[in-house]
Each structure stands twice: as C-alpha cells, then as structure tokens.
C-alpha cells in the first residue's frame, strides 16, 4: 500500500512538470505602410524586413519602428510591446520626391483626369511637382471614346502620355433602287455596293455618294450617332444627256420690245427638259432707245410664274432686284437664292419694270430674228388702247407692224424677245432653257395696240422722235 502511494506521488510530479508552461515574456510587432515597401529597424537597428511584415519575439515595453523608402520621407513611430501579443503599426509615408507629366492627344482638346479627379485642364498641357509613384491618367473628349493608360511619375523626370484618340463609331445601312450602285463615304469608295451595311464610321455629319452605270450620281448626308444604325434609301434616276448651253444661240433683230409703266411686264414661258429643274439664274439681253440712253442700266426685277388657265403667266413663285451690266450683250443673273424648284410643266421668266418712263429711253429687251423661236414672248400692259385702263397678259401672236418697222418681221411669229433661264436637272447638269411656243392662238381676244414705242440700234438715232406702232392681229 505504501509502495501504491509512492507511485501516484511520482506521477503526479511529472504531470505537474508537463502541463505547467512559465508565462510569455516577449511579444510581436505588425509592421504595414503605404506604399508597401519601406525597409524595417527596430530601435535604431536594421531587421532586414520590409513592410508589410510582423516581427516576432520582441522583449516587452516601449520600442521605436523606423521605415525608410526611396523618395519618401523617414519615418519612426514608438509602439508598446505586450508579452504574448502582436501589436499593430500602420504607417502612410510622406512622398518626399517630385516629377512631371506632359499629356498631349490627337486631337487637342480633351479633358484631363488623374486617378478619377477631373484637373480641369485640358491637352497639350504639362503637370509640375506631381508626388512620385502610380497615376491613373484618362482623357475625354466629345465624340471620341474615353482612353485611360497608367503612368508612373518618378523623381525629378518627366513623363509623357501622348494619346490618339479614337472616334466613336456607328453604321449606316445603305439602300438603292436599283441595287448594285457604288458606295463612296465622303468621297471616298468603300469598295461596297447596294444593298450594304457600312459599319465602323466616324459619328458626324457623313456624305454618301452612290453611282451606277446608266444613272445619275447621287449624294445624301446623314448623321451618323455612336453605336446606332443610320439608314439612307435612294431611288436612283436615269441619267440625262447634257445638254450643251445655248447663250450664244440667238440672232439680234436690231429692234427690242419695251414696257413703259411700272409694274408692266415682258415674259416667256420655258420648258425643262426634266425634273426636279432647279431655277439658277436669269438671262437677257437689253437695248435702250438710242435718243436717251441713259436708263438701259435701270434696275428691275426678274419675277417668275407658274402657268394659268388660260395660259398665261398666273401666280408669282419667286422675284429678285436685277440690272443689267452689260449693253446689247448677255446680263447673266444668279437667283438661286429664291429657292425655286420645277417639278413638272412649264413656267414663265418676265422683266418687270419697277418705276414708270415719261420720256423716251426706258429699257427694252432685245428681239431676236432667230428661226427657233415662234409665238414664245408675252407682255403684261395696256393692249387695246392707249387710254383704256384695261391690264392685262396678252401674248405675242402674228402681230404685224407698220412704219419703219422691217418688212416681213412679225412679233411672235418671226420675232421674239431674248430671255433664257439656267439651272440644274438631276445628275447636277446644268441647262440653259430657250422659250418655247406651245400655246395655241386664241381668239376674242381685244385687238392689240400697243401705246409704247419699239426701239432700234439702226433706225434712231439722238434726233429721232417717238414712232408709235399699231400692232395689228392677222388671226
């Protein structure tokens, strides 16, 4: 029994020994900084460590951490140590180097961003004395997609971002009818026919020019928007031949046809070719009597008509201020500015004096003896007698006249006033149009006399005295 106890004494000794550890007297230190990095002492001696670390089996009580980093300031912060824990030092280092970036783009012109923070500048533009270390540099512009790159700014350097911008993109769908015409992207092929989907464009304003054999060249713009499908339909028109111009095609008579009082008229009628006929300019020849020659270069205006039911000049579609610049030869006028377009049918070209004459010398149109033109002038004034208050159109059908008026020239039938129109007809040609003779002589008409005078190169001269005409019908 006594030998029992002796063994359970002796076990209960070792047991004592195993289980019973002395108390912790050292403890730890977790070392982190920004940036990352920054070698480690421990009072004033070097650890070999860098941050982020943890250094262990650090007596208890009060020790100094110490961090170095290129281009950084040094740092030491004091931490208590507590046996058997890890103490926590976090440490942000001051940057103690500067450097520089020069940002530039092509285009110029974007906004400048560093690490999300709009800087309010825009490229080319250099940046001084940023701190060292990582930038997020990203660009914006209008119509371009956002480029972002990062750079590294290191100590007393500079360092360059030079971006090319890239615009943002859309499609155009282009549709013809016909099919199979050529495509050009601002007047440039893009190697592609209708039907086709043209994909990667430059958001903007774009033109696309079609052509095919057989029709017209034609061009459309549109608007391309970023990452959307813009669609063009075109119906293509035949081609036209060109038709030369005829300003040369006219044979002076020697004689014009005058108006005398404000507002009266002289007018043909024209026929395009095809449509839609844009009207651009407005041709004439003028002569003025020779006795006071002064007012040929009088201003007037170019009025343009649509035809009536009677078929004369009805309503007025456009006017504009015009005076002639050159005597006896072609006064070429641009009135694209009117905006006046020609869908089908005919329509009338007049002068129109815009101040009365009360003595001899107001402008007149030149007539021409040309075999083209028959029955194609009319006039808007007084016809059946000098003193009647009756205005009104009346045209230009086998009015003979006496006097010294040549023998065998009839106004409207052998005779007519020279007015020609220009402008465009699909395919962009331009055309000069004649008058032309398509009205049928009417008759009830009131018999013509017209109050004026006519003139003459050759038959007045500064003694001549007013010759009145009885124009007379012969229908």
Known sequence: MNKLLLT?????????????EPEPTTGAIAVNSTPTGAAISLDGSSTGKITNAILTEIEEGSHDITLTLADHKDTTVSVTVVAGDTAT???ELEVDAYGNLYVTSNPTGAAIWLDDENTLETTDHL???????????KLTLDQYDDYETIVEIKADETDTVDADLEMKTGRIQVNSDPDGAAI???GISTGQVTDALLEDVDIGERTIGLSKSGYADTSVSVTVTDDETANVDITLVEQQEEIELSADDATSAGWGFPVTDKEHKVAVKLTPPSYPFTITKAVYITIVWAGNPDPWEDPGDAVFFTPGFSGAPSQEIGRKQVAAYTYEDWNVFDVSSEDMVISSGSFFFALELTKDYSTLGYPAALLDAGTSLHHA????TSFTSPDSDWVGWLAFDNFGMGGDWPS???LGDSVDVIMRVRGTIPGGYEVELMPDGSYES???????????????????????????????NYR
């Open 408 to 410: 065998g020239m009839t």
């Open 377 to 380: 002038g009319w006039a808007y």
């Open 184 to 186: 050009s992207l601002d």
């Open 127 to 137: 940046f001084t004395d940023l701190e060292v270390g990582d930038y997020t540099v």
């Open 442 to 472: 009417v008759s009830g008409w009131p018999l013509p006399k017209l109050p004026g005078v006519t003139v003459s190169t050759d038959n007045c001269d500064v003694d001549c005295k007013a010759i009145n005409y009885d124009f007379r």
């Open 8 to 20: 359970l004494g002796v076990a209960a000794m070792v047991l004592g020994m195993v289980f019973c």
């Open 89 to 91: 030092v976090d440490i």
